[in-house]
């Protein structure tokens, strides 16, 4: 079963290839991984993914601060660097989505065995 949890320093490298690779596709993953390399705006937060064992599938980066509003201290936090490679994504979903696009083309009896167990008799 899939695991959140914060991204241990091993798996530094892991993290920051899916990241560039999300928000970067036509770069490719990063074949040579410098830890010299991540801009600081990068290194602020903490890093948390979603683990399948050893895989990582997901990554986030959850960002912990403090702002004054009118007057007040106030606790916030912040989410960035979601990401996940479309590996992970069952193989299924290709085939709902197809069966979603032949429905837009035509009626409900084009949607086929992908959704026959949902769609009333």
Excluded: C, N, Q
């Excluded at 599938?57 to 009118?70: E, G, N, P, Q, Y």
């Excluded at 085939?95 to 035509?106: E, H, T």
């Amino acid at each position: 079963m899939p695991e959140f949890h914060a991204v241990p320093d091993d798996d530094r490298e892991a993290f920051h290839s899916l990241v560039s690779y999300a928000f970067r596709p036509e770069a490719g993953p990063v074949k040579d991984f410098d830890p010299k390399d991540v801009p600081t705006p990068a290194t602020v937060g903490t890093r948390y993914g979603l683990y399948d064992g050893d895989d990582l599938l997901t990554t986030s980066k959850h960002i912990d601060f403090r702002t004054r509003i009118r007057g007040d201290f106030h606790d916030l936090h912040g989410l960035s660097a979601v990401a996940s490679l479309p590996e992970p994504v069952p193989d299924f979903v290709g085939d709902i989505l197809g069966s979603v696009r032949s429905f837009l083309d035509g009626g409900v009896e084009k949607l086929g065995a992908v959704v026959d167990h949902v769609t009333p008799e």
